[in-house]
């Protein structure tokens, strides 16, 4: 199954040169000086504590919040607002509750005025790969937590994006589902071969899921902006086993840098 | 936290993975059917038992009716009983209101004409009200300016009683049909404008996100976003208007009109005749009933099996 973009030009680099972000109101930026080169179909985590900014660089790099400083850059060109080449996958979910699990997915392709036919192909695809077939005429709450995300999951998908942005998209549900979620993303990204940028507060999740691993420090609740300590890349392969001492050795790493020493910018 | 997980060839992990990974839905799926199916048939049992449940008490009622008006009990209030028709009588009379052929009088097999007017005014003042009602509150639940514009004013008009209307209707419109129909508008408005407010002020901005980042453009996430997700207020709005467009139109209707069940039952005041009155109070309540319901149905029949729980 290719699941490639149809356009060729968004190759699903991100660029992030310098990005900040001061609320209107705030004494402090939330995040400052966020610079990053995500490579096409690269798999890259955010984690930090909460407050340091991980969820505002996402919804920049999203559309869903103007940049106060520096440049978001997707496929190479700066972002301006949100749009389907971007698929956002939220920790709620963020289904349209009025549509069918099919319906739902459907919605993008159809926004983009795609044939009939495409738009099923597409759907079927999309229901097939997150194992959905079976409750396609089902309405979201009549769904489990990790159900309904595989639904968000397959929506975005059926959209081909160029990028996958992911806010803690497994935050709210069980450990087992997620252990299996985690999973099927790491397949999924496979072959998908989208770019993902995902943010999460554990660290186990972000070792186990990413190619590379940004590490942001700082928040108000420091006295200082949100910014990034450290890239941490993780040469595990494709084969991880979190019970391996080198998979802990890494989480230890970045634990500390997580923790260690908040108040200083780097 | 992850649950470790012993990996053998990610790869392969990922086809064998697709067996298991489609496993749960379907479970689930099942386990679903089972359990909408057993509700299901549990209700059905209680639905029984709860007829059985319900029964008595208005037969209670009938006859502790009966014996009151028999034996002329005075009730708190002063309710005088003897004053009141017995079941059996106001059961005769509305037979006779619907279908004549028994006390053939004026009022003999008239219940349709007036229910026909009555439906009408009905129609036309809800009909009124959710045609400017319904538009006005999408746009103060999506302006703020206009909201901030209007609400004020809305809100020092709203707490007037429409019944507190109705002598100045009568002056500045005058008798008829008019008044009762703005009457009706009147009471049909607010609840159908402060439910679409609401309706739509309190659509999820995740929603919005999330049909923005699937390319939906802003011009179109009023009616792909915002209008879906408020239907389930709007249709409870239109419900409690229709409930009160009945509620007010017996008081629209008490003066400068003949046919109508407030008309006929101003009517039947008039002649002292109680046994009329009972049976244009049980038409009104049928009637607003019936209404609910076949609101209910047709929004059904517009949103199929949509879930319009907010």
């Given amino acids: ?266 | 936290m992850t649950t470790p997980v012993p990996t053998t060839s990610a790869r392969t992990a990922g086809d064998v993975a697709s067996a298991p990974a489609t496993a749960p839905p379907s479970g689930g799926a099942s386990t679903r059917g089972a359990a909408s199916r057993q509700p299901s048939t549990a209700s059905r049992s209680g639905k029984g038992r709860a007829w059985l449940l319900a029964i008595p008490v208005p037969i209670a009622i009938l006859i502790l009716w009966t014996l009151g008006v028999q034996g002329e009990w005075i009730l708190p209030f002063g309710i005088k009983m003897a004053f009141l028709p017995t079941p059996m009588d106001v059961g005769a009379r509305l037979w006779d209101f619907a279908f004549g052929g028994i006390m053939n009088d004026a009022f003999s097999g008239t219940l349709w004409a007036h229910l026909w007017a009555s439906t009408l005014r009905v129609l036309q003042g809800f009909g009124l009200a959710t045609a400017l009602a319904v538009p006005l509150g999408v746009v103060m639940g999506r302006s703020k300016t206009v909201f901030r514009m209007l609400e004020p004013t809305i809100n020092l008009i709203r707490p007037i009683p429409v019944t507190a209307w109705a002598p100045l209707t009568l002056l500045i419109i005058g008798f008829g049909d008019r008044s009762t129909v703005f009457l009706v508008f009147l009471a049909a408005f607010f609840p159908l404008l402060l439910n679409t407010i609401t309706g739509v002020q309190q659509v999820p901005e995740r929603l919005l996100e999330a049909s923005s980042m699937l390319g939906t453009p802003a011009s179109q996430a009023l009616y792909k976003v915002v209008l879906p997700a408020a239907i389930p207020s709007i249709v409870s709005g239109m419900r409690v208007a229709l409930g009160l467009a009945w509620v007010i139109l017996v008081v629209g209707e008490t003066v400068g009109i003949t046919t109508g069940l407030g008309a006929a039952i101003t009517q039947a005041q008039e002649q002292s005749r109680t046994d009329l009155i009972i049976a244009g109070m049980i038409v009104i309540g049928l009637a607003g009933f019936a209404a609910d319901r076949l609101l209910t149905l047709a929004v059904r029949l517009v949103v199929g099996r949509r879930p319009l729980a907010t």
């Fill in chain 1, 1 to 266: 199954m290719s699941m490639t973009p149809l356009d060729t030009a968004a190759d699903g680099t991100v660029v992030l040169t310098h990005l900040g972000k001061h609320f209107p109101g705030a004494p402090l930026p939330a995040v400052t000086d966020v610079s990053l080169n995500i490579g096409s179909g690269e798999f890259v985590c955010i984690v930090g504590a909460s407050g340091c900014g991980k969820s505002t660089v996402l919804r920049m790099v999203a559309g869903f919040e103007q940049a106060t400083d520096g440049a978001a850059q997707v496929s190479g060109r700066d972002v301006s607002g949100p749009g389907p080449d971007r698929g956002v996958v939220f920790q709620d979910y963020g289904l349209f509750p009025w549509l069918t699990v099919t319906e739902n997915i459907a919605y993008g392709p159809r926004q983009a005025r795609l044939a009939k036919a495409d738009v099923q192909d597409r759907t079927s695809r999309a229901l097939e790969s997150v194992g959905l077939t079976r409750v396609a005429r089902s309405f979201p709450h009549q769904l489990s937590g990790g159900m309904q995300q595989r639904v968000a999951i397959a929506r975005v998908l059926a959209n081909r994006p160029a990028v996958m942005l992911m806010d803690e998209p497994f935050g709210a549900l069980d450990a087992l589902t997620r252990s299996g979620m985690q999973q099927e993303l790491r397949r999924t990204h496979h072959e998908a071969g989208v770019t993902i940028l995902f943010v999460t507060h554990s660290i186990e999740e972000a070792v186990f899921l990413a190619d590379r691993v940004v590490v942001m420090a700082g928040g108000s609740s420091h006295g200082n902006s949100g910014h990034v300590r450290e890239v941490v890349p993780i040469t595990l392969g494709q084969d991880r086993d979190p019970a391996s001492g080198e998979f802990n050795e890494i989480k230890r790493y970045i634990n500390g840098l997580v923790h260690a020493g908040n108040a200083v910018p780097v």
